[in-house]
């Protein structure tokens, strides 16, 4: 590694500590003015004039900046702007109040890497950092999708990006990056069933659309079974079951599954997906009805990059945490759209929330120490992206 960046850790990290108390501010702000999905607008505004930079609008709601030389390869860093449908109840005097919450932590990933952002404008960066503002994690069509498809990684020749996200599975002090899979590939399943309706008192006048959707749901951990290596991780869960109006004594003609599915191996999606088309129509066709299989592609899976991570880690302890065990989970970020593309890490800062509430919860509202420690976590971050870049011969404009 070389000394200027020992040099830069130092500066950023005073700087940084200087930047704190705006951000503990903005980030109350940000809370108390959740946006959902598609409709975050005002957020990118707000923060766009909180990093003091220019904001080139993207993906609608989105949008990125660039900081630090103005042509060759960058380092993107990822901030999420949404909030979700949930009414909050940790009762915080500065609580949100129009029925929508930062109930994910997003508002402490955009007030740190504000931070972060200003902390670095007075900085001799190395290569260029691209703050991503991204809509839509939490909902679809995915925000960082139509970032990456709307070409802004090749025109910024973003050559890694570092997404950061609040943990309370993750120890306090403690950062978990894990090389490797970290999250699911995820996608959603509908199967929809069709036959002769009729009475229930001649039911061999018709089809049983209730009895052939019963048994296809109770036949998909079969077909995982049947398709899916033991060892590798996949789960089908059935959100919805619809058949029937409420009466007792209608056969139903028309009946309908959805579920979603998680996956770890290459391949595994659609050897799944072909397998569960197939036992569909046959399981459909036992009670003489139809059975159709319709997937929607998710997330893909999502990457954590080696030989960033290796560098990743030592960098974290640089900035005073503490590297940890990987936090691999069948969830799905959308991040993985950036680490399909580019080589990238994706940390989870532990966090306190009291009453252990998970993300997404009504009280979720992790410690007031964990906007420095994301803020440092990025700092760590874009140092070692600078650190593979500076290994692999490549100058910074
Ligand atoms: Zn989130």
Known sequence: ?????????????????????????????????????????????????????????????????????????????????????????????????????????????????????????????????????????????????????????????????????????????????????????????????????????????GADVAAAVAQIVMGLPEMLRRVVDPMEPVVISVGTIQVGNGAANVLPDHGRILATIRTTGPGTTERLVEAISRFAAAQAAAYDCTGTLRHTEGEPALINDHELVEVLDAEIERAELRPTEPMRSLGADDFSFFSEVVPSAMCFVGVRSAGKASLHDATFLPDDGALERVARTFVAGYLAACQRLEAAGVSGE
Not at 4 to 14: F, G, H, K, P, V
Not at 21 to 35: D, I, M, S, Y
Not at 57 to 80: F, H, K, M, Q
Not at 162 to 170: C, K, N, Q, R
Request: proline content about 6%; charged content about 20%.
């Open 1 to 205: 590694m070389s000394e200027a960046l020992d040099t830069l850790r130092e500066q950023w990290l005073t700087a940084l500590a200087a930047e704190l108390p705006g951000a503990v501010q903005l980030r109350r702000e940000l809370h108390q003015t959740p946006e959902l999905s598609g409709a975050e607008a005002g957020t990118a505004k707000r923060v766009a004039e909180a990093m003091g930079i220019e904001i080139t609008p993207v993906a609608d709601t989105g949008g990125y900046g660039r900081i630090g030389p103005r042509t060759g390869p960058s380092v993107g860093l990822r901030g999420e702007l949404d909030a979700l449908p949930v009414a909050e109840a940790t009762g915080l005097d500065w609580s949100s109040t129009n029925g929508a919450m930062h109930a994910c932590g997003h508002d402490v990933h955009l007030a740190a890497l504000t931070a972060v952002v200003r902390a670095a404008r007075g900085l001799e960066l190395p290569y260029a950092l691209v703050p991503l503002l991204q809509p839509r994690e939490e909902a679809y069509p995915s925000g960082a999708r139509d970032i990456e498809e709307a070409g802004v990684l090749g025109a910024q020749r973003v050559a890694h990006v570092i997404g950061v996200h609040v943990h309370p599975g993750v120890a306090l002090g403690a950062v978990s990056t894990g090389a490797g899979f970290v999250n699911a590939e995820a996608g959603e399943l509908e199967i929809e069933v069709a036959g002769q309706g009729g009475h229930g008192a001649y039911p061999h006048a």
